[in-house]
């Protein structure tokens, strides 16, 4: 499975971005998707999740209210939409394949390149 992030860049502190996450492959549907970003110098983090059928979402903490995870499995595509953006989002953003095991979301090997957005204040 290949992993193909857009969608980041510079925005300022209270602006929205999109990102997108296109996957190769006919599994796409059959799987659980992730969002996780990585800042430097700290560990790389799961910022949200979502079911192979989109019926149900879990986000971080920091992100909850501002961010929206979502996918279309028409188009093998996952979303992060975020708003409100804040500079302590600024980070690398990857897009992760993986499985949930009741409510917790279980990462497989396979990531992205990712995509960085940067918030500035």
């Known amino acids: 499975v290949q992993l193909v992030e857009s969608g980041g860049g510079l925005v300022q502190a209270g602006g929205s971005l999109r990102l997108s996450c296109a996957a190769s492959?006919?599994?796409?549907?059959?799987?659980?998707m992730a969002w996780y970003r990585q800042a430097p110098g700290k560990q790389r983090e799961l910022v949200a999740s979502i079911t192979s059928g989109g019926g149900r979402s879990n986000y971080a903490d920091s992100v909850k209210g501002r961010f929206t995870i979502s996918r279309d499995n028409t188009k093998n595509t996952m979303y992060l939409q975020m708003n409100s953006l804040k500079p302590e989002d600024t980070a690398v953003y990857y897009c992760?394949?993986?499985?949930?095991?009741?409510?917790?979301?279980?990462?497989?090997?396979?990531w992205g390149q990712g995509t960085q957005v940067t918030v500035s204040s």
């Open positions: 492959g006919s599994t796409f549907s059959i799987n659980a």
């Open positions: 992760n394949r993986g499985i949930y095991s009741g409510n917790y979301y279980h990462s497989y090997d396979d």
